[in-house]
């Protein structure tokens, strides 16, 4: 999930086609914010068509990932228990329906957004255990499994980017 998001892009690329039609704006410059916004096009319309499917992926593979954690942080005194609750108040919340018909992500995109905060802070105080919990095979695995959601999480936004932006000339 990439901020900004689809209709910021666009609200940009409105702003930047405006101002590019300044008949004082040097040729180069105008050259260059057309390209840009090209580019941005390209973006988007990947968006429109790739963002509610990787939206709903990513939902499922929080809602996969987030009760091991709040299971594990339960049991790791300090934090842990109310880190863990607040987890699964989040994990609790439905989400919203994906096949709506509806062309809004925004109720999909926060849902995730949500997930996506608990796992931080999640992920936020398992870096500030002691190193004795930190050398278990448990505690390993459930490290390897956030940074794979990460990985995954990359790997999705690039669908969103880089056929959009690489290979595609110079933003010149």
Do not use: W
Not at 21 to 45: I, N
Not at 73 to 100: C, Y
Not at 132 to 151: C, F, M, V
């Amino acid at each position: 999930m990439i901020y900004p998001t689809a209709n910021d892009v666009l609200r940009c690329i409105d702003q930047t086609l405006a101002e590019s039609a300044d008949a004082d704006l040097p040729a180069m410059a105008r050259k260059s914010a057309l390209a840009s916004c090209r580019h941005l096009v390209r973006h988007v319309e990947l968006r429109l068509r790739l963002e509610r499917g990787l939206l709903q992926e990513d939902a499922e593979r929080l809602a996969a990932l987030l009760p091991g954690v709040a299971d594990y942080l339960a049991d790791s005194g300090s934090e842990g228990p109310a880190q863990a609750t607040a987890i699964r108040q989040q994990l609790s919340r439905p989400a919203p329906a994906s096949d709506d018909g509806s062309d809004d992500l925004e109720p999909l995109r926060a849902h995730v957004l949500a997930l996506r905060e608990a796992l931080y802070q999640a992920l936020a105080l398992l870096q500030k255990l002691d190193a004795s919990r930190r050398e278990s095979a448990t505690y390993q695995a459930l490290r390897e499994g956030i940074r794979g959601y990460i990985r995954e999480e990359l790997q999705q936004e690039d669908l969103l980017i880089h056929d959009a932006f690489v290979g595609q000339g110079p933003r010149r």
